[in-house]
């Protein structure tokens, strides 16, 4: 039986960094064959097909960036002889990649984003095991209708649901509500569970013009005030506990939501969905008579990324609104 074929996509990140001894800092130095050739015996389970589309830094990604690599990726998966997609990239900004990526394809191929969290230089360099498990994935037919999924020390986690939770530990990556999807142990994985609901938004665009603003004790509406003068399209506010502000930001919601931009809401707790339980000035229930949009268990920079995409292809807010509230909302 022959080898399933995969398409590896390289952008950079840490697993393609070493340290430049003149700087004594790790900076972008492996090509993509350097980093392939240290994923030993990998020819024995898959034929890949190296993709070179960036050698950047993780903070160094931009949401166009995303886009474009989420079109390509799409393009790899429609030919017949590419089974899966790998894709490397920095964790800085792994998590909102995979959650674009995830939104915006509809394969049932495997798609698989991994990273590294040492680089070449350093002992335990673990970018060829990561990228060995991310491969190992793709061409598992467990794999298949699972959505982008990001592999790193051997856990297999869904895009939806993991976020980066360490500055440096192998196992940063994680999904803190439901615990990971699966593992890749001997060279296979491994499913525990299933993602029960998907969500897609079909489109070749992304808004840019989205701000993210974390809630504080004391803050008033001048970052609001700030975004709405600068464009704003659509405002992601991380909120406190269940979902409630400072009194002091009503008025800006109010002046935004006056100009046509979206407020979607989410809580800067890292588990846990927003809900309107409470009916003070910027409570839940508050806010949501203004016509703030609740933005579920999302984490910020995961809402964010969502209503780019939302605002890509709608500015009605209804519409926006059934984009995020549809499934954990029913009034």
Known sequence: ???????VIFTGGTISMKVDPRISAAIPALSSEEIMSMVTNIDRFADIEIVDFERIPGPHMTPKKMMELSKITKKLVERQDIDGVVITHGTDTLEETAFLMDLNNFSDKPIVIA??????????????????????????????NKGVLVVMNNEVNAASEVTKTHTLSLDTFKSLEFGPLGIVDNDEVIFYRDIVKHHHIETDKIEE??????????????????????????????AMGRGNLPPMMVDGIKNAISRGIKIVLVSRCPMGRVLDSYGYEGGGKNLRNLGVIFGGS??????????????????????????????????
């Open 1 to 7: 039986m022959s080898n399933k074929k995969v398409a």
């Open 115 to 144: 990273g590294a969290m040492r680089n070449g230089s350093e002992l335990g360099y673990d970018g060829p095991s990561n990228l060995a498990a991310a491969i190992c994935t793709v061409i598992s037919e467990q794999a298949k």
């Open 298 to 331: 999302l984490n910020g920079q995961k809402a964010r990324i969502k209503l780019m995409l939302a605002l890509s292809i709608t500015n009605d807010i209804e519409e926006v609104k059934e984009i995020f509230e549809k499934d954990f909302y029913t009034k």
């Open 209 to 238: 013009k989205v701000y993210l603003i974390k809630s504080y004790a004391g803050i008033d509406s001048s970052l609001i005030n700030f975004c709405i003068d600068n464009g704003a399209k659509g405002i992601v506010i991380e």
